[in-house]
């Protein structure tokens, strides 16, 4: 049986060639996404410092305890915010923020669309659901690995990287959210002269 692994299919090299192709033919369109994306998180990063740590502070407190009602998560809230800020790391906390506000972002805006269309085309979910199961089963540095080689050090791969990574729940949560409305109720609407967007959105 040693035949097997005596005779490797060049994979690897196959890949490295399709890499190489992609940097050299297009290079000017990473570079563009990697200076936009890039431009963007730096601008909300400054916005971010240019509020003073103390207002940010209070501002999350108050949203936390609006949000949930307990007084345990609220101060927590504060004393969490007040240890960063302590101990000196508040600037790359707001670099990590701006970054995860981006990402998440991104996938809602390419993973709502996505399972909607999915929930409309069977199909289509049948191709995405093993590529989505096989992008949560791998970790998210293996991603940087490409997209440090396609778009260069920096914040960027690792939008991406965790974009790759999370757009796999809004994908399957809409397709879910919209393939399980009952049949009764997508009858009813259509009796009441409901177009499709109605139906999508109500």
Known sequence: MNWITEHQLPFGDFMEDVVD???????????AVS????????????????????ALVLLFTVAAHLRHRRWGLTL??????????NIGYWEDTMATLSLVLYATLLCIVIGI?????????????????PVLDLMQTIPPFV???????????????????????????????TYLGISQVPTELLEAGKAFGCTNRQLLLK
Request: net charge negative.
């Open 76 to 85: 927590f809230t504060a004393a969490s915010f007040l240890l960063i800020w």
């Open 35 to 54: 200076e936009g994306l890039q431009s963007m998180i730096h601008g909300l990063t400054d916005a971010l410092l240019w509020i003073p740590p103390a």
């Open 143 to 173: 991603y940087l690995i490409p997209t440090l080689t396609l778009f260069g050090l920096g914040v960027v791969p690792g939008v991406i990287s965790t974009v790759i990574f999370a757009i796999a729940a809004p994908v399957r949560l």
């Open 113 to 129: 669309p996505l399972g909607i269309y999915a929930a409309h085309s069977q199909w289509l979910y049948k191709f995405l659901q």
């Open 21 to 31: 192709f992609l940097v050299i033919n297009f290079s000017g369109f990473f570079d």
